[in-house]
């Protein structure tokens, strides 16, 4: 087989592969009632405290009171790098509290914002008949972010520039914004995608976006 035989099936191949990991992500979101069927946890925000060095995998093998099946519930928190199956959310039947409320998957109303972070993933906190509201099970308080133009954004308590708009993410979040609910949460499976990730955008790059430097020196 010649050179340019080969690289035509290298192509093909690619392609093939390509299209068939796109076909089974929509499958999968179709059989899940969602368009973002997976979703892969970059932040500390809903991490919950656990002995031993293995984190949640340690309590479940040390301590009596969890299940193995409790691995895999949203009950242990979520980790960065923990990838969490996401499933349709029929809105009327979310349910709120601090600690035992649904976690969702929604997006923020502000579209340049939506442009430069993925979807945040928190538990629901309160609702009433039109809108939810959200908090990380490890934040004290709502998140919060200046933007400019262009969708730059900063984490903000509450007070931005007059170039910024203050987007309160958490509060007022609508039916149309919710992407699903978390389902299973798969414990570490997402560090094959952000440990290239930040060799790339960190290492290499010497980016300066504050979320990616923030996400990478957690991991290493």
Request: charged share 25%.
């Given at each position: 087989?010649?050179?340019?035989?080969?690289?035509?099936?290298?192509?093909?191949?690619?392609?093939?592969?390509?299209?068939?990991?796109?076909?089974?992500?929509?499958?999968?979101?179709?059989?899940?009632?969602?368009?973002?069927?997976?979703?892969?946890?970059?932040?500390?925000?809903?991490?919950?405290?656990?002995?031993?060095?293995?984190?949640?995998?340690?309590?479940?093998?040390?301590?009596?009171?969890?299940?193995?099946?409790?691995?895999?519930?949203t009950?242990?928190?979520?980790?960065?790098?923990?990838?969490?199956?996401?499933?349709?959310?029929?809105?009327?039947?979310?349910?709120?509290?601090?600690?035992?409320?649904?976690?969702?998957?929604?997006?923020?109303?502000?579209?340049?914002?939506?442009?430069?972070?993925?979807?945040?993933?928190?538990?629901?906190?309160?609702?009433?008949?039109?809108?939810?509201?959200?908090?990380?099970?490890?934040?004290?308080?709502?998140?919060?972010?200046?933007?400019?133009?262009?969708?730059?954004?900063?984490?903000?308590?509450?007070?931005?520039?007059?170039?910024?708009?203050?987007?309160?993410?958490?509060?007022?979040?609508?039916?149309?914004?919710?992407?699903?609910?978390?389902?299973?949460?798969?414990?570490?499976?997402?560090y094959?995608?952000?440990?290239?990730?930040?060799?790339?955008?960190?290492?290499?790059?010497?980016?300066?976006?504050?979320?990616?430097?923030?996400?990478c020196?957690?991991?290493?």
């Open positions: 087989m010649d050179d340019e035989n080969k690289n035509g099936y290298g192509v093909l191949f690619i392609l093939v592969a390509f299209i068939l990991a796109v076909s089974i992500y929509q499958t999968i979101g179709i059989t899940l009632d969602t368009e973002t069927p997976f979703v892969t946890v970059v932040s500390p925000s809903m991490e919950h405290e656990h002995t031993g060095r293995f984190g949640r995998i340690s309590s479940v093998i040390e301590e009596d009171e969890h299940s193995f099946l409790s691995l895999f519930s009950d242990m928190g979520l980790n960065i790098g923990d990838v969490v199956l996401v499933k349709g959310a029929d809105f009327e039947k979310i349910e709120a509290g601090r600690e035992d409320g649904d976690v969702i998957v929604f997006k923020s109303k502000d579209e340049e914002l939506n442009q430069k972070m993925p979807p945040m993933i928190h538990r629901v906190i309160s609702r009433n008949e039109t809108s939810l509201e959200t908090m990380g099970d490890a934040n004290n308080d709502q998140v919060k972010y200046c933007v400019s133009q262009g969708g730059v954004h900063r984490i903000t308590h509450n007070t931005c520039t007059e170039n910024e708009r203050l987007i309160k993410i958490e509060q007022d979040i609508r039916e149309e914004q919710v992407k699903g609910q978390a389902y299973i949460v798969l414990p570490n499976l997402g094959t995608k952000l440990v290239p990730m930040c060799i790339v955008f960190d290492v290499v790059m010497d980016s300066q976006d504050e979320d990616i430097r923030y996400m020196d957690y991991i290493f």
